[in-house]
Protein backbone atom coordinates (compact mmCIF):
# COMPACT_ATOMS: atom_id res chain seq x y z
CA UNK A 1 0.00 0.00 0.00
CA UNK A 2 0.86 3.55 -0.54
CA UNK A 3 1.09 5.81 2.63
CA UNK A 4 -1.16 8.60 2.13
CA UNK A 5 -0.90 11.58 3.99
CA UNK A 6 -4.52 12.95 5.14
CA UNK A 7 -5.21 16.35 5.44
CA UNK A 8 -5.90 17.17 9.80
CA UNK A 9 -8.67 19.36 10.82
CA UNK A 10 -7.38 19.64 14.62
CA UNK A 11 -6.90 23.48 15.16
CA UNK A 12 -3.99 24.70 16.98
CA UNK A 13 -2.14 21.38 17.06
CA UNK A 14 1.20 21.34 18.08
CA UNK A 15 3.03 18.04 17.12
CA UNK A 16 6.27 16.16 18.78
CA UNK A 17 8.80 15.21 15.92
CA UNK A 18 10.26 11.96 16.43
CA UNK A 19 7.04 10.22 18.04
CA UNK A 20 5.58 8.78 15.06
CA UNK A 21 4.60 4.98 15.06
CA UNK A 22 3.34 4.03 11.48
CA UNK A 23 1.35 1.08 11.10
CA UNK A 24 0.35 -0.53 8.12
CA UNK A 25 -1.15 -3.86 7.35
CA UNK A 26 -4.42 -4.96 5.77
CA UNK A 27 -7.32 -2.80 5.76
CA UNK A 28 -5.72 -0.42 8.86
CA UNK A 29 -3.12 2.53 8.42
CA UNK A 30 -2.25 4.25 11.29
CA UNK A 31 0.23 6.80 12.51
CA UNK A 32 0.51 7.81 16.12
CA UNK A 33 1.94 10.57 17.42
CA UNK A 34 2.45 12.42 20.52
CA UNK A 35 0.44 15.83 20.72
CA UNK A 36 0.93 18.55 23.40
CA UNK A 37 -3.05 19.80 24.31
CA UNK A 38 -2.93 23.75 24.83
CA UNK A 39 -4.53 24.40 28.07
CA UNK A 40 -7.70 25.53 25.85
CA UNK A 41 -7.89 22.05 24.45
CA UNK A 42 -7.89 20.36 27.62
CA UNK A 43 -10.66 22.71 28.89
CA UNK A 44 -12.90 21.87 26.09
CA UNK A 45 -12.07 17.96 26.45
CA UNK A 46 -13.17 18.41 30.22
CA UNK A 47 -15.79 20.57 29.32
CA UNK A 48 -17.04 17.23 27.14
CA UNK A 49 -16.32 14.96 30.29
CA UNK A 50 -12.97 13.89 28.33
CA UNK A 51 -10.93 14.17 31.03
CA UNK A 52 -6.74 13.50 30.03
CA UNK A 53 -4.83 12.83 32.65
CA UNK A 54 -2.11 14.81 31.20
CA UNK A 55 -1.24 17.40 28.38
CA UNK A 56 0.84 15.22 26.33
CA UNK A 57 -1.93 12.54 24.42
CA UNK A 58 -1.86 9.94 21.08
CA UNK A 59 -3.40 11.28 18.19
CA UNK A 60 -3.96 8.60 15.58
CA UNK A 61 -4.30 9.63 11.79
CA UNK A 62 -5.16 7.06 8.92
CA UNK A 63 -7.87 4.73 7.60
CA UNK A 64 -9.56 1.20 9.02
CA UNK A 65 -12.31 -0.51 6.44
CA UNK A 66 -11.97 2.69 4.17
CA UNK A 67 -12.87 5.13 6.67
CA UNK A 68 -10.95 8.02 8.04
CA UNK A 69 -9.95 7.56 11.37
CA UNK A 70 -8.36 11.03 12.60
CA UNK A 71 -8.71 11.41 16.46
CA UNK A 72 -7.62 11.67 19.90
CA UNK A 73 -6.70 8.57 22.16
CA UNK A 74 -7.52 9.71 25.56
CA UNK A 75 -8.45 6.72 28.58
CA UNK A 76 -10.68 4.73 26.60
CA UNK A 77 -12.08 6.50 24.68
CA UNK A 78 -11.73 7.55 21.01
CA UNK A 79 -12.34 11.30 20.42
CA UNK A 80 -13.07 11.92 16.55
CA UNK A 81 -11.04 14.98 15.31
CA UNK A 82 -14.68 15.99 13.89
CA UNK A 83 -16.31 15.91 17.04
CA UNK A 84 -13.38 17.66 18.80
CA UNK A 85 -13.60 20.22 16.59
CA UNK A 86 -17.43 20.89 17.07
CA UNK A 87 -16.73 21.04 20.45
CA UNK A 88 -13.86 23.07 19.93
CA UNK A 89 -15.23 25.52 17.79
CA UNK A 90 -18.86 25.67 19.92
CA UNK A 91 -20.20 28.81 21.27
CA UNK A 92 -19.06 28.44 25.07
CA UNK A 93 -22.46 30.64 25.79
CA UNK A 94 -24.72 28.13 24.40
CA UNK A 95 -26.75 24.58 25.18
CA UNK A 96 -25.44 22.69 22.63
CA UNK A 97 -21.27 23.84 23.36
CA UNK A 98 -21.51 21.56 26.51
CA UNK A 99 -21.71 18.61 24.28
CA UNK A 100 -22.26 16.73 27.15
CA UNK A 101 -22.00 13.33 25.89
CA UNK A 102 -25.52 12.35 27.34
CA UNK A 103 -26.50 15.01 25.04
CA UNK A 104 -24.87 13.61 22.53
CA UNK A 105 -26.46 10.68 21.97
CA UNK A 106 -27.46 8.36 18.65
CA UNK A 107 -30.46 9.66 17.02
CA UNK A 108 -33.40 7.93 16.02
CA UNK A 109 -36.88 8.45 14.25
CA UNK A 110 -40.02 9.91 15.82
CA UNK A 111 -42.12 6.18 14.91
CA UNK A 112 -40.56 2.80 15.29
CA UNK A 113 -36.77 1.91 16.06
CA UNK A 114 -33.33 2.62 14.15
CA UNK A 115 -31.25 -0.39 14.02
CA UNK A 116 -28.43 0.02 14.11
CA UNK A 117 -25.55 -2.56 11.98
CA UNK A 118 -22.43 -3.82 13.75
CA UNK A 119 -19.84 -5.59 11.60
CA UNK A 120 -17.71 -8.06 13.25
CA UNK A 121 -14.19 -8.75 12.07
CA UNK A 122 -14.90 -12.71 12.55
CA UNK A 123 -11.85 -13.69 10.03
CA UNK A 124 -8.66 -12.24 8.43
CA UNK A 125 -6.65 -9.73 10.16
CA UNK A 126 -7.91 -8.10 12.60
CA UNK A 127 -10.46 -10.62 13.43
CA UNK A 128 -11.72 -12.13 17.11
CA UNK A 129 -10.99 -15.61 18.30
CA UNK A 130 -14.04 -17.86 19.24
CA UNK A 131 -14.13 -16.55 22.62
CA UNK A 132 -14.16 -12.71 21.82
CA UNK A 133 -17.15 -13.81 19.44
CA UNK A 134 -19.05 -15.26 21.36
CA UNK A 135 -18.89 -12.50 23.98
CA UNK A 136 -19.65 -9.61 21.05
CA UNK A 137 -22.86 -11.80 19.91
CA UNK A 138 -24.02 -12.39 23.61
CA UNK A 139 -23.37 -8.39 24.38
CA UNK A 140 -25.44 -7.60 21.60
CA UNK A 141 -28.18 -9.91 22.19
CA UNK A 142 -28.18 -8.51 25.83
CA UNK A 143 -28.80 -5.00 24.54
CA UNK A 144 -31.65 -6.58 22.27
CA UNK A 145 -33.09 -7.69 25.07
CA UNK A 146 -33.17 -4.24 27.04
CA UNK A 147 -36.03 -3.87 24.37
CA UNK A 148 -35.26 -0.43 24.22
CA UNK A 149 -37.77 1.66 22.46
CA UNK A 150 -35.44 3.20 19.83
CA UNK A 151 -32.68 1.51 19.40
CA UNK A 152 -32.04 -2.40 18.50
CA UNK A 153 -29.14 -4.18 16.69
CA UNK A 154 -28.21 -6.36 13.99
CA UNK A 155 -24.70 -7.54 13.01
CA UNK A 156 -22.92 -9.30 10.26
CA UNK A 157 -19.32 -11.38 10.47
CA UNK A 158 -16.82 -11.12 7.97
CA UNK A 159 -13.65 -10.39 7.06
CA UNK A 160 -11.97 -6.65 7.40
CA UNK A 161 -12.11 -6.77 3.35
CA UNK A 162 -15.41 -7.39 2.99
CA UNK A 163 -16.83 -4.96 5.82
CA UNK A 164 -15.05 -2.43 4.17
CA UNK A 165 -17.29 -3.26 1.47
CA UNK A 166 -20.29 -2.72 3.76
CA UNK A 167 -21.37 0.79 3.62
CA UNK A 168 -24.79 -0.43 5.58
CA UNK A 169 -22.34 -0.70 8.64
CA UNK A 170 -22.79 1.87 11.91
CA UNK A 171 -19.87 0.08 13.68
CA UNK A 172 -17.22 -2.50 13.58
CA UNK A 173 -16.00 -4.79 16.32
CA UNK A 174 -12.15 -5.47 15.62
CA UNK A 175 -9.75 -7.45 17.59
CA UNK A 176 -6.60 -4.57 17.40
CA UNK A 177 -3.84 -6.93 16.84
CA UNK A 178 -1.00 -4.84 16.64
CA UNK A 179 -2.49 -2.60 19.58
CA UNK A 180 -2.38 0.72 17.38
CA UNK A 181 -5.92 1.91 18.26
CA UNK A 182 -6.46 0.92 21.77
CA UNK A 183 -3.04 1.02 23.57
CA UNK A 184 -3.13 0.49 27.42
CA UNK A 185 -7.38 -0.18 28.05
CA UNK A 186 -8.55 -3.65 27.54
CA UNK A 187 -10.95 -1.73 24.63
CA UNK A 188 -11.61 1.40 23.04
CA UNK A 189 -15.22 2.95 21.56
CA UNK A 190 -15.56 6.30 19.90
CA UNK A 191 -18.66 8.45 21.01
CA UNK A 192 -21.48 9.33 18.62
CA UNK A 193 -20.65 11.59 16.08
CA UNK A 194 -23.52 13.66 14.31
CA UNK A 195 -26.43 11.54 15.68
CA UNK A 196 -24.50 8.47 14.25
CA UNK A 197 -22.84 5.90 17.06
CA UNK A 198 -18.87 5.78 17.68
CA UNK A 199 -18.11 3.61 14.54
CA UNK A 200 -14.82 1.76 16.04
CA UNK A 201 -15.07 -0.61 18.24
CA UNK A 202 -11.71 -1.91 18.88
CA UNK A 203 -10.71 -4.90 21.68
CA UNK A 204 -7.12 -4.86 23.13
CA UNK A 205 -5.25 -8.00 21.93
CA UNK A 206 -4.86 -9.37 25.15
CA UNK A 207 -8.36 -9.95 25.72
CA UNK A 208 -7.72 -12.74 23.72
CA UNK A 209 -7.07 -14.69 26.49
CA UNK A 210 -10.05 -13.20 28.90
CA UNK A 211 -13.21 -15.27 29.99
CA UNK A 212 -16.55 -14.85 27.86
CA UNK A 213 -17.78 -13.77 31.01
CA UNK A 214 -14.84 -10.28 30.87
CA UNK A 215 -14.91 -9.91 27.57
CA UNK A 216 -19.16 -9.50 26.89
CA UNK A 217 -19.17 -6.89 29.73
CA UNK A 218 -16.25 -5.29 28.38
CA UNK A 219 -17.89 -5.09 25.01
CA UNK A 220 -20.98 -3.65 26.40
CA UNK A 221 -19.39 -1.42 28.34
CA UNK A 222 -17.63 -0.07 25.24
CA UNK A 223 -21.04 -0.58 23.01
CA UNK A 224 -22.17 2.16 26.14
CA UNK A 225 -19.75 4.83 24.79
CA UNK A 226 -20.46 4.28 21.51
CA UNK A 227 -24.56 5.11 22.19
CA UNK A 228 -23.14 8.12 24.10
CA UNK A 229 -22.60 7.09 27.41
CA UNK A 230 -20.00 8.36 30.18
CA UNK A 231 -18.65 6.91 32.89
CA UNK A 232 -20.52 6.52 36.10
CA UNK A 233 -18.31 7.75 38.13
CA UNK A 234 -17.15 10.83 35.88
CA UNK A 235 -17.08 13.29 38.67
CA UNK A 236 -14.72 11.47 40.55
CA UNK A 237 -13.01 8.33 39.12
CA UNK A 238 -13.11 6.80 42.15
CA UNK A 239 -13.27 3.47 40.90
CA UNK A 240 -9.67 4.00 39.25
CA UNK A 241 -8.45 5.56 42.31
CA UNK A 242 -7.77 9.19 40.31
CA UNK A 243 -8.15 12.15 41.70
CA UNK A 244 -11.52 13.62 41.04
CA UNK A 245 -12.27 15.62 38.40
CA UNK A 246 -13.74 19.48 38.15
CA UNK A 247 -15.92 19.22 35.53
CA UNK A 248 -19.08 20.84 35.62
CA UNK A 249 -22.13 17.98 37.02
CA UNK A 250 -25.16 19.75 34.76
CA UNK A 251 -23.20 19.11 31.78
CA UNK A 252 -24.16 15.75 31.74
CA UNK A 253 -27.69 15.39 30.76
CA UNK A 254 -29.72 12.87 33.82
CA UNK A 255 -31.53 10.46 32.46
CA UNK A 256 -35.19 9.94 34.41
CA UNK A 257 -34.85 7.65 37.02
CA UNK A 258 -31.05 6.75 37.40
CA UNK A 259 -28.80 8.47 39.34
CA UNK A 260 -26.82 11.07 38.31
CA UNK A 261 -24.56 11.49 41.59
CA UNK A 262 -20.91 11.51 38.75
CA UNK A 263 -20.13 9.12 41.66
CA UNK A 264 -21.74 6.44 41.19
CA UNK A 265 -19.86 2.74 40.73
CA UNK A 266 -23.07 0.13 40.76
CA UNK A 267 -22.77 0.49 36.83
CA UNK A 268 -20.76 -1.54 34.03
CA UNK A 269 -19.86 2.10 32.81
CA UNK A 270 -17.95 2.96 35.48
CA UNK A 271 -14.41 3.76 34.95
CA UNK A 272 -12.54 0.96 35.92
CA UNK A 273 -13.45 -2.76 38.01
CA UNK A 274 -16.60 -3.30 35.38
CA UNK A 275 -15.25 -6.63 35.50
CA UNK A 276 -16.90 -7.82 39.06
CA UNK A 277 -20.12 -7.47 37.28
CA UNK A 278 -21.53 -9.53 34.78
CA UNK A 279 -24.22 -8.19 33.28
CA UNK A 280 -26.14 -4.71 33.45
CA UNK A 281 -26.72 -3.34 36.45
CA UNK A 282 -30.26 -1.56 37.58
CA UNK A 283 -29.04 1.57 36.96
CA UNK A 284 -27.55 0.59 33.49
CA UNK A 285 -30.99 -0.81 32.32
CA UNK A 286 -33.13 1.87 33.72
CA UNK A 287 -30.76 4.34 32.16
CA UNK A 288 -30.49 2.81 28.79
CA UNK A 289 -33.77 2.39 28.24
CA UNK A 290 -35.19 5.62 29.32
CA UNK A 291 -32.36 7.26 26.93
CA UNK A 292 -33.35 5.03 24.35
CA UNK A 293 -37.13 5.22 24.87
CA UNK A 294 -38.25 8.37 22.44
CA UNK A 295 -39.25 10.11 25.74
CA UNK A 296 -36.35 11.91 27.25
ZN1 LIG B 1 -15.04 3.38 29.42
Redesign the pocket.
Known amino acids: MIALSFVFALNSCEKEEGTAISEESGNFEATITDLNLSKTQIAVLKDNLVIPENSTVQQLEGTFLGRNINGLLI ?3 FVASELFDQWLNADSNTEASKGSIMKNRVSFPANGKRTLKIGIVSQGFQSLNAVQLESAIESISRYNSLNMAKIQYTYRLGSASQLMQDQSLNQVIFNDTNNNFVGNPDGRAQFPVNGNPGFLLGLNNRTRNYTKKQNTVLIQ ?2 MG ?1 TLGLV ?1 SDYLTRRSCDFNGTDVNPNLVEGIPNTINSGNHLNSI ?1 R ?1 CGFFRYINFRGEDIVGLRNAYNGNF
Open positions: DDNHEHHMA
